[in-house]
C-alpha cells in the first residue's frame, strides 16, 4: 500500500474487500473499503508546531432555561465544559459560546478566539462559574457563530476545525428550516460531535447535527456523566491529525455510483454528499482524522462485459486540499469486475460485504421499530425490532443487542423472536435509537488490531 | 485448473446416460427418467479419458517380459513402439507401460504401479486442491498504489461500442507515447494497466506468450473465459557431456483456487528447467535429473507460501500457492517425462499410422478411482469431483510424489506436453494425435500455436499452454538456445 502523505503527516492505508468476481451479465460491484490513518494523533503533525497540527474549538453549551430543571444540569454542564478545556492542547484556539435562542460569546469574546495555556484555560473556567440558565433554544445560531469564529482569519486554513455541542431540550425557537440551513451553511467547515443530556431533547436533531457535520452524538441521560464524556470527546478532537479528507472515487465510463456509505465506526450515508471532479470522479465529504480505522461500503454498477473480462469498477483514493488548490492523493485501493463463468466465485458474498449489510440494516430496522412503536404500530415495531436482535446476535454487536433488550424481552435472539416490553424508560429508548448507527467490525485474526477501543 | 462443469449444447443427437431415451439439446433433465444431464455435459466438456478405457487397467506383472518388451498400452487403441529392453548405447533404457509409470517417489525410489498410496475409501482420498466449483483465482483487489492518482483527462476522441480488449484492432497510428485502450480504444492506460476511461483490464504480458527454439517451441494462452493467465512454460536446450543435444519442455498450471497461482507456476517452471540444465550437462541420467528438477520446482512452489502477498487478498482463503507441473527431456535416445497433477505429456509418432500414446497418468481423482478399480471411468468421470487433483506442488501438497519415466522410442515423432486446458478438447490419444499437425516434427512452434488454437476453438474455457518436442532431436537444433 503506497503511502503519499507527507512524512509528518498520518499515514493512510486503503484496503478493498470486494466481491470482484461477478457471473455473466452481473453489473453490482459491492467493496469494502477500510481506511487506516496511523502516525497523526500526537506523534507529529503536517504544522512546524511540535505541539501538534492547529486546531481551532468552539464548545457550545445549552444555557436555556430548562437546564435548571434539574439544576443538576447546568451544573454538570458547567463541569464538563472546564473538564473540557482543562484538555485543550496548548496552542489551540478555543472559544466558548452559551447557546440559548440567541449564541453568546461567553469566552474570550468579541469575535476572537483564545489561545490555550494555563491562564486562559483558568480565565475560562471563572467565566463559567458565571455561566446561568435561561432563554430558549434555537441550535441554528449557535452553529453559525461558531462558524464565524472557527473560520475566522486567525485560524490558519489547514487547521483542524471542530466544535462540541451540548443541548438538553428541542430546537424550539427556530424551524426545523432554520436548523438545516445552518447545518447546510457549516458542513464542511468545521466538524462537530454533538450530545443531548436528560432526556427532553430530540434524538433526530442531535443525530442530525452530528451527521451533517460529520461528528459523533450520543446520550449523556445523567448529567453526572458529562465530565468524562466531554473529556473524552476533547480528547478526541485533539487528536485528530488532518483536516477536510475526502474519499475520491473514480468510476468508469458506463459506470454509476448506486451508494457510498460510512458503515464503520457508525453508519453514515454519504452518497448525496458527492462533490464532481472531473468527469468521472467525486469527493466524499470524511472529516478530520486522528489515529482511527474506518470502513466504507462503495456500490457500483458496471457495464456488463463477457466472460473473462475483467475491469476497474471504481478506483478509492483520500485526498485533501494542500491549500493552494491543488489536491494530494494519500492513499488509494481498486475495485476490480472479473466476470466468471466459476457458479462458485460469483455467488460467494464477501464476508466484508456481507457483514456491512447487515450492520446497515440493523441500524435501518431499529430506526424502523423505534418509528412504529412511537406511531402505535406495535406489530411492526415487534417485527423490526425483533430482526434487529437477530441482526445484532449474529453479527456480534453486543452493545447494540443490550440496548435492545433494554427495549423488547428477548424470547430468541437466533430467530428474532421478540415482545415488546410494556413500560421502556426514555432514556433506553433514546439511548437505543442515539447509537442505533454505531456497527461492530468483522471478527476475525486480521481485524483483531483494528477493533475499536 | 478447469473445474468447472460446463453446460454445452452439444447434446444433440445423445442420449440419456441412464435411460437410453434420446436427448433434446438443452435438456437439463432426461425427460424420460429425470436424469440430472448436467454431469453428463460436465463429462462431455471435461473428457478425461483415463488409461484402460473402459476397462480397469491392466495388472502391470514387472516379471512379465511381454509387458516390457511389447507393451500393449493404454487400453486397446495404443501400440507402444517397439523398443529393445537394453540399447547399445550403453545407457539402460528402462521402458515402462503408461500404465505403470510408477516412477520414483520422493525418496528417489522406484515404487511399484499397484502400491500407490491409495485408500479405498473414496471420502478419505487426499483432499483435492481443486475442488469443483471453487471459486477461481484469487486475483486480490490490487490495491498497490501509485505516485498519484492517474489523471481524469477525458481524451478528445469519441466514443465507441466495447469491443473484445483481444479482438480489438489496434488504432492505426497511435500518439507516440500515449498507449490506448484496447476495449474502448479512446482512453489511455493508467499505470494500474486499467482504461482511464472505460476502466477495462489491458492485455497482460502472460496473456499470450510464445517461444521457439530450434528443437522445441512452446506457447501459452489465457484462452477465452478466464481473466488471466496462470498457466507458464519453460523450453531450453542444453548438451549432454558426450556434447549431443538435450532438449527441455516444463508446463505448469498454476491452481486457482490457491493463492497466487500465476506466482506458483512460473517459479515452478523456471527452477525445473534450471535445474534440468544443470544437471543434463553433468552426467545425472536424465530420468534422475527429471526427479530433482521436479523436487526443485517444488521447492520454489513451497518457497512462495512463506512470502507476503504482495497484494492480500481478502477474498480467498490464503491457501499456499500451488502448480501443476509436467515436463519432458529428449536426449540420448530417451524420451524423460515427469509430472504431478493432471497435465500431461503425450506420444505422437510422425507416422501417423502407429498410434500415438498418453505418457502421463493424472493425479486426478477419477483417475484414482479408475486405477483403484473403484469405479469405471464413465461413473468416475462423472462424479463431480473427477477433475479435482490429488498431487501438485506447494507447501501443502500432503506427500510430493514425482512420477517420472523415460521411453525410448524406436521412430520420430513429437512429444506433446499440456495442461488440461488442451487435453480437455482432445479426449482421446487419437484426438490428440488428429489435432497435431502432420509436419509436427519440423514446425513446433507451428504446431503449438495450432494445439492452442484447436482449444480456443473449442472454447477455450480454461488457460491453454502446449509445448511440441520433435523426436529425434533436430539435428541442427543442439544448444541453440
Partial sequence: MANFAKPKGPRFDVEVYSNEYLPEGGREVNAIVTVTSTGGGTTGGRTASAAGPDAAVAIMVDCSGSMDYPPTKMRGAREATAAAIDALRDGVRFSVIAGTHVAKEVYPGYGRLAVADAGTREDAKQVLRRLSAGGGTAIGSWLRLADRLLNSDEVPDTAVRHGILLTDGRNEHESPEDLQAALDSCAGRFTCDARGVGTDWEVKEVTGIASALLGSADIVADPAGLTADFTHMMETAMGKEIADVALRLWTPM??????????????????????????????????????????????????????????????????????????????????????????????????????????AELAQVIQQGLDARKSGDMDGATAKLGRAVQLAAGSGNADTARLLAKVVDVVDAATGTVRLKAKVEDADEMTLETRSTKTVRVKNVQDVQHTEQ | MSQMHQLTDGVAGATCPSCAEPLESGD??????????????????????????????????????????????????????????????DVPAPVHLPSDLAGTDSGGSELPAAERPFSSDASAAPMPQTPVGESDGPAGPGADGTDELGDFDEPSTPSRPTADPRTATPTPTPPAGIKLCVACRAGRVDRDGYCERCGHAQPRERDHMEQELDAVAAV????????????????SATALPDGSPAVVAVVCDGVSSATRPDEASIAAAQAANESLLAALPREVHPQQAMHDAIIAASEAVNSLADQPDPVPDHAHHQNAPACTIVASVVAGGLLVVGWVGDSRAYWVPADRSVPAARLTEDDSWAAQMVAAGLMNEAEAYADERAHAITGWLGADAYELEPHTASFKPDRPGVVVV?????????????????????????????????????????GGHDNVTVAVLPFPVAPQGAGSA
Fill in chain 2, 28 to 89: 437439463l433433465f432426461c425427460g424420460a427418467c429425470g436424469y440430472d444431464l448436467s454431469a453428463v455435459r460436465a463429462q462431455q466438456d471435461h473428457p478425461t479419458i483415463a488409461i484402460g478405457r473402459g476397462s480397469t487397467p491392466p495388472a502391470a506383472d514387472p516379471t512379465d517380459p511381454a509387458a516390457l518388451a511389447a507393451p500393449a498400452a493404454p487400453g486397446d487403441a495404443v501400440e507402444w513402439p517397439e523398443a529393445r529392453e537394453v540399447d547399445s548405447s
Fill in chain 2, 418 to 458: 499440456c495442461t488440461d486446458g488442451l487435453w480437455n478438447y482432445a479426449e482421446g490419444v487419437d484426438e490428440m494425435a488428429s489435432a497435431v499437425p502432420a509436419d509436427a516434427c519440423s514446425r513446433p512452434l507451428h504446431s503449438a500455436q495450432v494445439l492452442v488454437g484447436h482449444a480456443l476453438d473449442g
Fill in chain 2, 220 to 235: 501459452s494462452d489465457r484462452g477465452l473465459r478466464h481473466h488471466r493467465n496462470e498457466d507458464a512454460f519453460a523450453v
Fill in chain 1, 254 to 359: 458506463g459506470a454509476e455510483i448506486r451508494y457510498v456509505k460510512q458503515v464503520a465506526p457508525t453508519v453514515e450515508d454519504l452518497t448525496d454528499r458527492r462533490t464532481p471532479v472531473g468527469p468521472r470522479a467525486g469527493d466524499y465529504p470524511t472529516g478530520s482524522w486522528g489515529d482511527e480505522s474506518r470502513d466504507y461500503h462503495v456500490c457500483v454498477e458496471v457495464p456488463a462485459a463477457g466472460i473473462g473480462h475483467e475491469m476497474l469498477a471504481a478506483r478509492v483514493s483520500l485526498v485533501i486540499d494542500r491549500g493552494d488548490g491543488e489536491t494530494q492523493n494519500l492513499s488509494q485501493g481498486l475495485v476490480r469486475a472479473v466476470w466468471t463463468d466459476d457458479m462458485a466465485a460469483s455467488t460467494a458474498i464477501n464476508p466484508q460485504v456481507a457483514h456491512y449489510t447487515g450492520q
